[in-house]
């Protein structure tokens, strides 16, 4: 998708002309890597009739990342299913300390014992930041 709405949109008007109810193998579900995306990936489905957020509307269910102000705003009128957001803190926090590792000359992951590692795959020298889960509950909130 090329983090582009449109790139996603165009690819997507592509596979819906392949994968669709008419060849009996419609498409299920839209993940994307970013809320920008999954909006491009709803313009198409909704090119095609799907995801209007009618009640009369097929909803395919999209899902985005980051959590933007858009994305909430496509959950709350019910076109995109969800979305997460990335702890900017987190990555900054962690991206600082790393900095300081290598203007100190010492190892890249020197002292970061307390991040999570992944070692599912063998790959401990890579460190994972979780994904915050994003609820509408959040804006309520925010609103009060």
């Known amino acids: 998708g090329k983090w582009s709405m449109d790139a996603v949109r165009d690819y997507m008007m ?5 994968y ?3 060849s ?3 498409i299920e579900l839209v993940i994307c890597n970013s809320d ?4 491009g990936a709803i313009r198409a489905l909704q090119a095609f009739g799907y995801t209007t957020g009618g009640e009369s509307s097929t909803t395919i269910p999209v899902f985005g ?3 933007t102000a858009r994305g909430r705003e496509l959950i709350a009128n019910g076109m995109m299913t969800g979305t997460i957001a990335q702890d900017a803190q987190a990555m900054a926090d962690c991206i ?3 900095v300081v590792n290598v203007e100190d000359g010492q190892d890249l992951l020197e002292g970061m014992d307390s991040y999570p590692r ?3 795959f063998e790959r ?3 460190i994972v930041l979780p994904y915050s889960i994003y609820t509408p509950q959040e804006d309520a909130a925010r609103d009060e």
Do not use: F, I, S
Not at 36 to 39: N, Q, V, Y
């Open 124 to 126: 401990e020298r890579m």
């Open 65 to 67: 990342v980051d959590a």
């Open 36 to 39: 920008t995306m999954a909006e």
């Open 118 to 120: 992944d070692t599912e």
């Open 14 to 18: 592509t596979n819906l002309g392949q």
């Open 20 to 22: 669709n109810k008419t």
């Open 24 to 26: 009996e193998n419609m």
């Open 96 to 98: 600082a300390e790393m």
